[in-house]
């Protein structure tokens, strides 16, 4: 969710690894200036086609980055099943691991208030996008309470424990 720590701790994890890689989704998304909608944008048809262009151009990235030898680390919102398994379809060769950071709620709205009001992401759908989330993907990858870990404890444990948590393919 917007404020669970996302781009921090995947800015500490691919610091922290050999050879690696930082996908911003968030960035890629922005390459589209021109008729440009938001993932919660209307038209809804047309803000999902942009989502799934933003997806399928982070997999060619993590892709291209994996074949240089490198580990690609990608900061994005994976709200559902589909778009999880979309990504899995354009990674096949790849080992798939999903990373949830879960702070709860309260904290991920929180830090999103406190934010350079630049970096701030308007929204106010927390709760049902933490029950979405869990009722589409709550059995897959690992679900990571951060609640009480400082952002280098959060990145230090997924470097040491991802693997065995949360392989997904």
């Known amino acids: 969710m917007p404020g669970a720590g996302k781009s921090t701790v995947t800015r500490m994890v691919a610091g922290l ?3 690696s890689a930082r996908l911003d989704g968030d960035r890629i998304s922005r390459l589209i200036v021109g008729g440009r909608v938001g993932a919660l944008g209307e038209p809804a048809d047309e803000a999902a086609r942009q989502v799934d262009l933003c997806n399928r151009n982070l997999c060619t990235l993590a892709n291209n980055i994996s074949d240089a030898g490198f580990t690609p680390v990608i900061d994005w919102i994976i ?3 589909r778009q ?3 990504f899995v379809d354009l990674l096949p060769a790849r080992q798939v691991f999903l990373v949830v950071l879960v702070p ?3 904290a991920c709205r929180y830090r ?3 934010r350079d009001p630049r970096e701030r992401f308007d929204f106010d759908g927390y709760e049902r996008l933490d029950a979405d989330m869990k009722r589409e993907l709550g059995d897959v990858g690992w679900w990571f309470d951060t609640a009480s870990l400082t952002p280098e404890q959060t990145a230090d444990q997924v470097i040491r424990e991802a693997r065995h948590r949360a392989l997904v393919s």
């Open 17 to 19: 690894l050999p050879r």
């Open 112 to 114: 999103n208030t406190i």
């Open 79 to 81: 709200p559902d099943r």
């Open 104 to 106: 709860g709620v309260a």
């Open 84 to 86: 999880l398994d979309f």
